[in-house]
């Protein structure tokens, strides 16, 4: 793009259109990182809600197929989640990446010297994997549970 500016020191046609784009594509990206954080809040507290009705009801229940389920529902929230959150963070991603051209194109700097501090990506899947092994856990307990009495009632036989 051609940088012409006007006589008068107003910007061009052009860089309205762009500063406008820029403005856009900025809302757009904090929109998304606003849907990531809200979306895992809410998953994260269902399932933490879910593992404590299990952990605290798993002996009461007299079908095991109940905690079974509720587990299977647990290790689909935390997979959802990352959908949901892989997609937001892809589009914000590209957002950010648009910014940063137009900043190239009018002089600007607020993202392009951005410095990003590596790792919450790594936490963030450190937790989510937490989750899906104490869902597994369950699944293993609510599972072994039934097979080591029958093993147990045909050694006693």
Request: proline share 1%; with cysteine; net charge positive.
């Amino acid at each position: 793009m051609k940088k012409e500016k006007q006589k008068n020191g107003e910007l061009t046609r052009e860089e309205k259109i762009l500063l406008e784009e820029y403005k856009a594509a900025q809302d757009s990206a904090q929109h998304h990182d606003t849907l990531v954080w809200t979306v895992t809040s809410i998953f994260w507290a269902a399932n933490i809600i879910l593992v404590g009705t299990v952990l605290t009801a798993i002996n009461q229940y007299k079908l095991k197929c109940l905690p079974f389920v509720l587990s299977f529902l647990g290790i689909c929230l935390c997979l959802s989640v990352c959908a949901f959150t892989g997609q937001f963070n892809y589009i914000m991603r590209q957002k950010y990446i648009r910014c940063k051209k137009i900043e190239g194109e009018l002089g600007m700097k607020q993202h392009r010297k951005l410095k990003y501090l590596r790792g919450q990506k790594k936490i963030y899947k450190f937790i989510m994997n937490i989750f899906i092994a104490i869902w597994v856990g369950i699944i293993l307990y609510v599972i072994s549970d039934p097979l080591v009495s029958i093993i147990f009632s045909l050694h006693l036989d």
